[in-house]
């Protein structure tokens, strides 16, 4: 059985038979609600690469300690995985997030479409925000993930356009598209760049601009998928052709 991951700031300078503290929400979910214990082992990672090993020295009620017992260090994983997600309507945006997040991908963009249902405004653009940062953090420990995946701030489509110049891929899911997935040249490094667009579809001046840009427009199969899923079966169907699945 794999061991409970927790996350912390920062794992700089740490040392074997030094101990680290854990506090504030991570501490008080650890302690409060799994009912962590002294003397059981969990694993430490600052979401950058480091991983600490160690077992509970102490707990209290949003506090405890873990001795260190071993640290590694793992590289980024290569080819970076970014997926640019149209606002879903209701809590398939957290969906999305989660099941991306659980495979691997390192940069999650929300998007507002022009033709995206949700929309994310004033209060309810910092709260749904947090909402999609605190489900990528949770499953990112869920998945035993080193590298943590990050959420990026709203996009509109213009800034969305802005980063595709410099990605080594850029796949734009459309169920017209004439060009499969399965037939792109997959690169070993790089940023890949899957965008996933809105319920009712990417407008026809969005896929202009994408294109303009460097996307390619690819489809996945005969089958059309939930925005909150189709991200997800794409990022699985590229990554099972990098090192990162190989």
Known sequence: MSLPVHLVP????????STIEVTGDEAHHAVAVRRLRVGEEVVLTDGAGHRVVGSVASTGKRVFSVTVAS???L???SPSFTVVQALPKGDRGELAVEVLTEIGVDTIVPWAASRSVAVWKGERAA???AKWQATAREAGKQSRRSWSCSVSPLSSTEEVVALLPDAAL???????ATTSLASLDVPADGVIVVIVGPEGGIAPDEL???EAAGAVTVRLGDEVLRTSTAGLAAVSALLARTARWG
């Open 10 to 17: 920062s794992l700089d300078g740490v040392a074997v038979g």
């Open 71 to 73: 640290l590694s260090f």
């Open 75 to 77: 590289e980024r994983p």
């Open 127 to 129: 709260k749904s925000h």
């Open 170 to 176: 850029v796949a734009v899911l459309h169920e017209d």
């Open 208 to 210: 202009a601009a994408f």
